[in-house]
């Protein structure tokens, strides 16, 4: 089984590191605007034929895509918390599992400032 990947903070840590406005990203992978504004909102994920491509321009980028992988541990937190908690709460946590590695850091920090 090939690995799962988390596409919005991929795609969105892609543009954010080359400085590539929505319509180069797909100018570059061959798709429309739409297909990267769905893969960054997370509405849909990249068609198999775009993966290999998508890929590739991540490690181009210089990104480590096994950071991107994933995460078992987070999917059944996630499934919990729209089971159980309130909906402000799912919606933070589904926007932070959206965000780029910057904005996250960013969350992070803002919210440890909170916490003092």
């Not at 849909?44 to 541990?73: F, H, M, S, V």
Request: charged share 30%.
């Amino acid at each position: 089984m090939s690995p799962r990947y988390n596409w919005p903070a991929m795609v969105k840590d892609i543009m954010d590191t080359a400085f590539l406005p929505q319509v180069d990203m797909a100018a570059k992978l061959k798709v429309s605007q739409q297909s990267v504004s769905n893969w960054l909102n997370g509405t849909r994920n990249p068609a198999p034929e775009t993966i290999p491509a998508l890929l590739k321009l991540a490690q181009d980028t210089g990104l480590d895509i096994g950071r991107y992988e994933a995460d078992p541990d987070f999917d059944r937190i996630a499934a919990y918390l729209k089971k159980n908690k309130s909906r402000e709460l799912v919606r933070i946590f589904d926007l932070y599992s959206k965000m780029g590695k910057t904005d996250r850091q960013k969350l992070i920090t803002h919210a440890e400032r909170m916490a003092k």
